[in-house]
């Protein structure tokens, strides 16, 4: 089946502007998980959802993100005012435990730059 | 909190030689424990988990790994290295107790030399 898809794979913004990612989860995968890669550096938790509520947001970096999630379906990673230092690739991942236990499925990842 | 380290940012084994990516973790609860790799601009895939049972953990691509307690290391090695494995490798350790978010060390990137 169709695995874990996010778009745009690409996305250059000026600083300022905000931008939108989005996330297709696994069909069925009620948990969902967005994580932060940042050039050189390793892969950092920002959020995440069980069914459209959000237990865990400790790893967003600041107030100028926020996620939501429709559902057990797509979900929107919206970053405000971006500044250089958001530029990093965005993963999103989902899992579900009914399925293989504790195994995270993740997309290609979205490559944002901000100039 | 959980956090993991990965040793050596960079490896460079020749073809047919041992691969050993080291990593260690701390964890306040008995850890679930993930490699995953991920080759040039693509997703990361996972190699092989350890949850609970055997510690020797068998995964795709020849790759295993032992969970040692005593140690706090979940090691990663595949005895003969093929061009193909060139990539980065993450180890990371889930928060099962916390909705499941993954720690991950900083990564080791594998350049493999004909």
């Known amino acids: 089946g169709a695995g874990v898809s996010q778009s745009p794979s690409n996305k250059v913004t000026e600083k300022g502007k905000d931008v939108e990612l989005r996330c297709d989860p696994i069909?069925?995968?009620?948990?969902l998980y967005w994580y932060r890669q940042r050039l050189g550096q390793g892969l950092e938790f920002l959020i995440y959802?069980?069914?459209?509520?959000?237990?865990?947001k400790s790893g967003l970096p600041s107030d100028r993100f926020s996620a939501e999630r429709t559902g057990e379906s797509v979900s929107t990673l919206t970053i405000q005012r971006t500044q250089q230092e958001d530029s990093a690739v965005y993963l999103c991942?989902?899992?579900?435990?009914?399925?293989?236990?504790?195994?995270?499925?993740f997309g290609p990842g979205t490559r944002l730059t901000v100039t | 909190a959980q956090s993991v380290t990965q040793l050596g940012s960079h490896v460079s084994v020749s073809e047919g030689a041992l691969v050993l990516l080291r990593c260690n973790y701390s964890?306040?609860?008995?850890?679930?424990l993930f490699w995953y790799v991920q080759y040039p601009n693509q997703g990361l895939q996972l190699l092989l988990k350890?949850?609970?049972?055997?510690?020797l953990v068998k995964g795709i691509n020849g790759f295993e790994a032992e969970f040692k307690k005593s140690e706090t290391s979940f090691h990663l090695t595949k005895p003969s290295a093929h061009m193909s494995d060139a990539a980065e490798y993450f180890c990371?350790?889930?928060?099962?107790?916390?909705?499941?978010?993954?720690?991950f060390g900083g990564g080791t990137r594998v350049l493999v030399k004909p």
């Open positions: 991942a989902s899992s579900s435990p009914r399925e293989t236990l504790y195994e995270q499925y």
């Open positions: 959802f069980q069914g459209n509520s959000a237990p865990d």
């Open positions: 069909s069925g995968h009620t948990a």
């Open positions: 964890s306040s609860v008995p850890p679930y």
């Open positions: 990371a350790v889930s928060d099962w107790a916390a909705g499941n978010k993954l720690t």
């Open positions: 350890y949850t609970t049972g055997a510690t």
